[in-house]
Protein backbone atom coordinates (compact mmCIF):
# COMPACT_ATOMS: atom_id res chain seq x y z
CA UNK A 1 0.00 0.00 0.00
CA UNK A 2 2.70 2.19 0.94
CA UNK A 3 4.85 1.68 -2.74
CA UNK A 4 1.47 2.40 -4.62
CA UNK A 5 0.57 5.49 -2.64
CA UNK A 6 4.15 6.89 -3.06
CA UNK A 7 3.71 6.12 -6.72
CA UNK A 8 0.57 7.29 -7.53
CA UNK A 9 0.12 9.87 -5.31
CA UNK A 10 3.22 11.57 -3.17
CA UNK A 11 5.82 11.34 -5.71
CA UNK A 12 3.18 13.88 -8.37
CA UNK A 13 3.29 16.25 -4.89
CA UNK A 14 5.94 18.67 -3.87
CA UNK A 15 7.25 18.63 -0.65
CA UNK A 16 4.38 21.37 0.66
CA UNK A 17 1.82 20.02 -0.77
CA UNK A 18 3.01 16.01 0.42
CA UNK A 19 3.56 17.59 3.94
CA UNK A 20 -0.21 18.90 3.76
CA UNK A 21 -1.88 15.98 2.42
CA UNK A 22 -0.06 13.62 5.08
CA UNK A 23 -0.89 16.48 8.17
CA UNK A 24 -4.42 15.89 6.85
CA UNK A 25 -4.69 12.60 6.82
CA UNK A 26 -2.95 12.09 9.94
CA UNK A 27 -5.01 14.56 11.42
CA UNK A 28 -8.74 12.77 10.44
CA UNK A 29 -6.92 9.42 11.75
CA UNK A 30 -5.97 10.79 14.72
CA UNK A 31 -9.34 12.54 15.30
CA UNK A 32 -10.71 9.07 14.51
CA UNK A 33 -8.98 7.78 17.30
CA UNK A 34 -9.52 10.24 19.57
CA UNK A 35 -13.24 10.03 19.15
CA UNK A 36 -12.58 6.28 19.59
CA UNK A 37 -11.16 7.34 23.10
CA UNK A 38 -13.42 9.24 24.05
CA UNK A 39 -16.42 6.54 23.76
CA UNK A 40 -13.77 4.15 25.51
CA UNK A 41 -14.05 6.71 28.06
CA UNK A 42 -17.63 7.37 28.28
CA UNK A 43 -17.90 3.33 28.39
CA UNK A 44 -15.62 3.53 31.44
CA UNK A 45 -17.79 5.94 32.70
CA UNK A 46 -21.00 4.30 32.86
CA UNK A 47 -19.53 0.60 34.34
CA UNK A 48 -17.68 2.56 36.96
CA UNK A 49 -19.46 5.61 37.70
CA UNK A 50 -17.63 8.34 38.31
CA UNK A 51 -14.13 7.86 39.22
CA UNK A 52 -10.84 9.90 39.48
CA UNK A 53 -8.74 7.98 37.03
CA UNK A 54 -11.10 7.98 34.11
CA UNK A 55 -10.23 11.49 32.79
CA UNK A 56 -6.46 11.58 33.10
CA UNK A 57 -6.90 8.27 31.46
CA UNK A 58 -8.56 9.87 28.69
CA UNK A 59 -5.66 12.91 28.78
CA UNK A 60 -3.23 10.47 28.50
CA UNK A 61 -4.74 8.83 25.66
CA UNK A 62 -5.44 11.33 23.73
CA UNK A 63 -1.85 13.30 23.98
CA UNK A 64 -0.52 10.02 23.89
CA UNK A 65 -2.46 9.62 20.33
CA UNK A 66 -1.23 13.11 18.49
CA UNK A 67 2.34 12.45 19.87
CA UNK A 68 2.26 9.11 18.02
CA UNK A 69 -0.15 10.73 14.65
CA UNK A 70 3.44 13.73 14.93
CA UNK A 71 5.85 10.72 14.63
CA UNK A 72 4.50 8.41 11.98
CA UNK A 73 3.64 11.10 9.53
CA UNK A 74 6.94 12.49 10.17
CA UNK A 75 8.01 8.56 9.47
CA UNK A 76 6.39 8.60 6.63
CA UNK A 77 7.13 12.09 4.94
CA UNK A 78 10.78 11.01 5.16
CA UNK A 79 10.73 7.60 3.96
CA UNK A 80 8.59 8.41 1.21
CA UNK A 81 10.19 11.95 0.16
CA UNK A 82 13.02 12.32 1.31
CA UNK A 83 15.20 9.11 2.00
CA UNK A 84 15.64 7.89 -1.22
CA UNK A 85 16.55 11.10 -2.76
CA UNK A 86 19.09 11.64 0.03
CA UNK A 87 20.59 8.44 -0.09
CA UNK A 88 21.60 9.36 -3.94
CA UNK A 89 23.01 12.35 -2.70
CA UNK A 90 25.31 11.11 0.09
CA UNK A 91 26.50 8.53 -2.89
CA UNK A 92 27.12 11.02 -5.29
CA UNK A 93 28.99 13.08 -2.76
CA UNK A 94 31.11 9.67 -1.53
CA UNK A 95 31.94 9.42 -5.66
CA UNK A 96 33.50 13.13 -6.09
CA UNK A 97 34.93 13.11 -3.35
CA UNK A 98 36.79 9.82 -4.60
CA UNK A 99 37.51 11.71 -7.85
CA UNK A 100 34.91 9.06 -9.51
CA UNK A 101 32.95 11.17 -11.36
CA UNK A 102 32.26 7.92 -14.11
CA UNK A 103 28.52 7.48 -12.60
CA UNK A 104 25.14 9.17 -12.99
CA UNK A 105 21.93 10.00 -10.94
CA UNK A 106 18.19 9.91 -11.67
CA UNK A 107 15.34 9.88 -9.07
CA UNK A 108 11.36 9.75 -11.17
CA UNK A 109 9.98 12.05 -8.28
CA UNK A 110 9.11 15.52 -9.96
CA UNK A 111 9.21 17.82 -6.68
CA UNK A 112 12.03 19.88 -5.68
CA UNK A 113 14.50 16.50 -4.23
CA UNK A 114 13.85 15.98 -8.28
CA UNK A 115 15.11 19.09 -9.07
CA UNK A 116 17.54 19.33 -7.14
CA UNK A 117 18.98 15.23 -7.97
CA UNK A 118 18.60 16.79 -11.84
CA UNK A 119 20.67 19.68 -10.93
CA UNK A 120 23.24 17.54 -9.13
CA UNK A 121 23.46 15.68 -12.10
CA UNK A 122 24.01 18.29 -14.31
CA UNK A 123 26.66 19.95 -12.00
CA UNK A 124 28.57 16.56 -12.11
CA UNK A 125 28.17 16.04 -15.86
CA UNK A 126 29.67 19.47 -16.30
CA UNK A 127 32.17 19.00 -13.95
CA UNK A 128 33.02 15.65 -15.95
CA UNK A 129 33.41 17.67 -19.14
CA UNK A 130 35.69 20.61 -17.57
CA UNK A 131 37.67 17.69 -15.69
CA UNK A 132 38.32 15.68 -19.31
CA UNK A 133 38.92 19.09 -21.30
CA UNK A 134 42.11 19.72 -18.67
CA UNK A 135 42.78 16.56 -18.87
CA UNK A 136 42.84 16.89 -22.57
CA UNK A 137 44.97 20.34 -22.35
CA UNK A 138 47.24 18.69 -20.04
CA UNK A 139 48.19 15.64 -22.01
CA UNK A 140 48.63 17.97 -25.42
CA UNK A 141 50.85 20.06 -23.64
CA UNK A 142 52.69 17.06 -22.37
CA UNK A 143 52.85 16.37 -25.99
CA UNK A 144 53.37 19.60 -27.27
CA UNK A 145 56.43 19.70 -24.61
CA UNK A 146 57.81 16.18 -25.93
CA UNK A 147 57.95 17.11 -29.32
CA UNK A 148 59.86 19.94 -28.86
CA UNK A 149 62.11 18.11 -26.64
CA UNK A 150 62.27 15.39 -29.33
CA UNK A 151 63.27 18.04 -32.29
CA UNK A 152 65.61 20.33 -30.13
CA UNK A 153 68.33 17.58 -30.88
CA UNK A 154 68.62 18.01 -34.24
CA UNK A 155 69.57 21.61 -34.17
CA UNK A 156 71.78 21.40 -31.27
CA UNK A 157 73.62 18.37 -32.89
CA UNK A 158 74.36 20.36 -36.30
CA UNK A 159 75.08 23.39 -34.12
CA UNK A 160 77.57 21.17 -32.24
CA UNK A 161 79.00 19.44 -35.29
CA UNK A 162 79.72 22.48 -36.97
CA UNK A 163 81.43 24.20 -33.88
CA UNK A 164 83.50 21.29 -32.90
CA UNK A 165 84.54 21.60 -37.00
CA UNK A 166 85.28 25.78 -37.05
CA UNK A 167 87.32 24.92 -33.57
CA UNK A 168 89.18 21.96 -35.57
CA UNK A 169 90.03 23.57 -38.57
CA UNK A 170 89.53 27.01 -38.56
CA UNK A 171 92.78 27.62 -36.23
CA UNK A 172 94.78 25.42 -39.04
CA UNK A 173 93.09 27.59 -41.87
CA UNK A 174 92.18 24.19 -43.54
CA UNK A 175 88.67 26.33 -44.24
CA UNK A 176 87.88 27.73 -46.99
CA UNK A 177 86.15 31.50 -46.43
CA UNK A 178 83.13 30.17 -48.64
CA UNK A 179 82.90 27.07 -46.48
CA UNK A 180 82.87 29.13 -43.36
CA UNK A 181 80.20 31.06 -44.62
CA UNK A 182 78.56 28.46 -45.34
CA UNK A 183 78.87 27.22 -42.01
CA UNK A 184 77.86 30.31 -39.99
CA UNK A 185 74.74 30.61 -42.33
CA UNK A 186 73.72 27.20 -41.45
CA UNK A 187 74.40 27.50 -37.74
CA UNK A 188 72.57 31.08 -37.90
CA UNK A 189 70.13 29.62 -39.35
CA UNK A 190 69.26 26.60 -36.92
CA UNK A 191 69.88 29.35 -34.16
CA UNK A 192 66.50 31.37 -35.34
CA UNK A 193 64.77 27.69 -35.39
CA UNK A 194 65.68 27.75 -31.33
CA UNK A 195 64.57 31.00 -31.01
CA UNK A 196 61.24 29.74 -33.07
CA UNK A 197 61.04 27.15 -30.87
CA UNK A 198 61.38 29.03 -27.39
CA UNK A 199 58.61 31.56 -29.04
CA UNK A 200 56.25 28.64 -29.81
CA UNK A 201 56.36 26.54 -26.54
CA UNK A 202 54.76 30.19 -24.65
CA UNK A 203 51.95 30.02 -27.19
CA UNK A 204 50.99 26.82 -28.39
CA UNK A 205 48.67 24.83 -26.46
CA UNK A 206 48.67 21.58 -29.16
CA UNK A 207 50.52 20.34 -32.44
CA UNK A 208 47.50 21.32 -34.86
CA UNK A 209 48.36 25.34 -33.61
CA UNK A 210 51.90 25.08 -34.69
CA UNK A 211 51.69 28.15 -37.40
CA UNK A 212 52.20 27.89 -41.02
CA UNK A 213 54.67 30.46 -42.90
CA UNK A 214 55.41 29.69 -46.38
CA UNK A 215 58.20 31.50 -47.74
CA UNK A 216 59.91 30.92 -51.36
CA UNK A 217 62.85 29.07 -51.33
CA UNK A 218 65.30 28.00 -53.53
CA UNK A 219 64.89 24.05 -54.49
CA UNK A 220 68.41 23.06 -54.65
CA UNK A 221 69.28 25.23 -51.66
CA UNK A 222 66.96 23.91 -48.98
CA UNK A 223 67.64 20.01 -50.37
CA UNK A 224 71.25 21.27 -49.54
CA UNK A 225 70.28 22.35 -46.19
CA UNK A 226 68.42 18.92 -45.81
CA UNK A 227 71.07 16.88 -46.94
CA UNK A 228 73.84 18.70 -44.47
CA UNK A 229 71.42 17.81 -41.11
CA UNK A 230 70.75 14.50 -42.59
CA UNK A 231 74.71 13.93 -42.63
CA UNK A 232 75.15 14.78 -39.46
CA UNK A 233 72.55 12.25 -38.01
CA UNK A 234 74.09 9.69 -40.17
CA UNK A 235 77.52 10.76 -39.11
CA UNK A 236 76.73 9.88 -35.55
CA UNK A 237 74.97 6.83 -35.98
CA UNK A 238 77.75 5.67 -38.40
CA UNK A 239 75.50 5.65 -41.31
CA UNK A 240 76.18 6.21 -44.74
CA UNK A 241 74.48 8.65 -46.50
CA UNK A 242 73.07 8.49 -49.77
CA UNK A 243 70.76 11.19 -51.78
CA UNK A 244 69.45 12.31 -54.74
CA UNK A 245 67.04 14.55 -56.52
CA UNK A 246 64.51 15.39 -59.40
CA UNK A 247 63.02 18.56 -60.04
CA UNK A 248 61.00 20.78 -62.56
CA UNK A 249 60.70 24.14 -60.49
CA UNK A 250 63.77 26.00 -59.53
CA UNK A 251 61.80 27.79 -56.83
CA UNK A 252 58.87 26.56 -54.35
CA UNK A 253 56.84 27.90 -51.43
CA UNK A 254 56.90 25.89 -48.11
CA UNK A 255 57.55 26.84 -44.48
CA UNK A 256 60.95 25.27 -44.55
CA UNK A 257 61.62 25.15 -40.48
CA UNK A 258 58.22 22.65 -40.37
CA UNK A 259 59.88 20.86 -43.87
CA UNK A 260 63.41 21.07 -42.13
CA UNK A 261 61.19 18.98 -38.83
CA UNK A 262 59.56 16.92 -41.36
CA UNK A 263 62.75 15.46 -42.86
CA UNK A 264 65.24 15.72 -39.76
CA UNK A 265 62.62 13.32 -38.41
CA UNK A 266 61.89 10.73 -41.42
CA UNK A 267 66.07 10.83 -41.48
CA UNK A 268 66.52 9.91 -37.76
CA UNK A 269 64.03 7.28 -37.60
CA UNK A 270 65.94 6.21 -40.81
CA UNK A 271 69.36 6.43 -39.15
CA UNK A 272 67.86 4.63 -36.27
CA UNK A 273 66.93 1.48 -37.59
CA UNK A 274 69.28 1.37 -40.95
CA UNK A 275 71.60 -1.39 -41.10
CA UNK A 276 74.57 0.56 -42.88
CA UNK A 277 72.52 3.15 -45.31
CA UNK A 278 69.96 5.70 -45.50
CA UNK A 279 68.76 6.57 -48.96
CA UNK A 280 66.97 9.96 -49.45
CA UNK A 281 64.98 11.00 -52.79
CA UNK A 282 63.44 14.09 -53.76
CA UNK A 283 60.75 14.87 -56.02
CA UNK A 284 59.83 18.50 -56.87
CA UNK A 285 57.02 18.72 -59.81
CA UNK A 286 53.20 19.83 -60.37
CA UNK A 287 52.75 21.59 -57.10
CA UNK A 288 54.24 19.07 -54.30
CA UNK A 289 57.36 17.65 -52.94
CA UNK A 290 57.74 14.31 -52.17
CA UNK A 291 60.75 12.93 -49.45
CA UNK A 292 61.39 9.44 -49.19
CA UNK A 293 63.65 8.38 -46.62
CA UNK A 294 64.34 4.61 -46.89
CA UNK A 295 66.79 2.39 -44.93
CA UNK A 296 68.03 -1.18 -45.36
CA UNK A 297 67.07 -2.28 -42.13
CA UNK A 298 64.76 -4.82 -41.05
CA UNK A 299 61.41 -2.70 -41.91
CA UNK A 300 58.20 -1.96 -40.49
CA UNK A 301 56.70 -4.74 -38.49
CA UNK A 302 52.90 -5.93 -39.49
CA UNK A 303 51.65 -3.61 -35.91
CA UNK A 304 54.21 -0.95 -37.04
CA UNK A 305 52.84 0.13 -40.33
CA UNK A 306 49.36 0.65 -38.87
CA UNK A 307 50.37 2.49 -35.77
CA UNK A 308 54.25 4.29 -36.06
CA UNK A 309 52.53 7.60 -37.06
CA UNK A 310 50.26 8.00 -34.14
CA UNK A 311 52.01 9.94 -31.04
CA UNK A 312 53.89 8.00 -28.64
CA UNK A 313 54.39 5.06 -30.67
CA UNK A 314 57.62 3.66 -30.23
CA UNK A 315 56.89 -0.63 -31.28
CA UNK A 316 60.32 -1.91 -29.68
CA UNK A 317 62.13 0.51 -28.40
CA UNK A 318 61.64 1.76 -25.20
CA UNK A 319 64.77 3.76 -24.19
CA UNK A 320 62.31 6.96 -23.39
CA UNK A 321 64.95 9.51 -23.06
CA UNK A 322 65.97 8.25 -26.98
CA UNK A 323 62.94 8.13 -28.56
CA UNK A 324 59.58 8.96 -27.78
CA UNK A 325 57.61 7.51 -30.67
CA UNK A 326 57.15 10.93 -31.97
CA UNK A 327 58.86 11.45 -35.04
CA UNK A 328 56.23 10.12 -37.57
CA UNK A 329 53.46 11.50 -35.70
CA UNK A 330 54.78 15.01 -36.10
CA UNK A 331 55.86 14.49 -39.83
CA UNK A 332 52.11 13.44 -40.33
CA UNK A 333 50.82 16.75 -38.92
CA UNK A 334 53.19 19.04 -40.89
CA UNK A 335 52.55 17.72 -44.00
CA UNK A 336 49.21 17.94 -43.42
CA UNK A 337 49.57 21.30 -42.60
CA UNK A 338 51.45 21.89 -46.04
CA UNK A 339 48.09 19.94 -47.68
CA UNK A 340 50.11 16.86 -48.27
CA UNK A 341 50.34 13.43 -46.15
CA UNK A 342 52.75 10.97 -44.61
CA UNK A 343 52.93 7.56 -45.74
CA UNK A 344 55.18 4.55 -44.93
CA UNK A 345 55.76 1.38 -46.08
CA UNK A 346 58.25 -1.29 -47.04
CA UNK A 347 60.63 -1.24 -49.31
CA UNK A 348 60.39 -4.33 -52.51
CA UNK A 349 64.17 -4.81 -51.19
CA UNK A 350 63.38 -4.73 -47.73
CA UNK A 351 64.26 -2.29 -45.26
CA UNK A 352 61.36 0.91 -44.37
CA UNK A 353 60.55 3.80 -46.44
CA UNK A 354 58.66 6.69 -45.52
CA UNK A 355 57.54 8.83 -47.96
CA UNK A 356 56.37 12.79 -46.90
CA UNK A 357 54.45 14.69 -49.83
CA UNK A 358 54.18 18.56 -49.19
CA UNK A 359 52.07 20.95 -51.27
CA UNK A 360 54.32 23.63 -52.66
CA UNK A 361 52.50 26.33 -54.52
CA UNK A 362 55.10 26.29 -56.35
CA UNK A 363 55.95 30.20 -58.00
CA UNK A 364 56.19 29.55 -61.63
Aim: charged share 20%; with cysteine; proline share 2%.
Amino acid sequence: MAKLMNRLLLKRFTLLQSFILLCVVTLMVVLGVITLEFAWAESLRLRFGETDWVLPSLVTAVLLTVAAGIVIMAILFYRWKLKRPLELLKQASENISANNLDFHISYDGRDEMGELIMAFENMRSQLENNLKTLWRSVEERKQINAIFAHDLRTPLSVLKGNAELLATYLPQKKLSEEKVLDLIHTMNLHIRRLESYAEAMNSIQRLEDVPLNRQSMDTISLTALLNGSAQQLARQFGIRFVSSLEYDNASIRVDPYLVMQIFENMAANGVRYAASQVNVHYVIQEGTMKITVSDDGPGFSPEALNKAILPFYRGEVWDATEHRGLGLYVCKVFCEKHEGNLQIANGTHGGGSVTATIGTRVDK
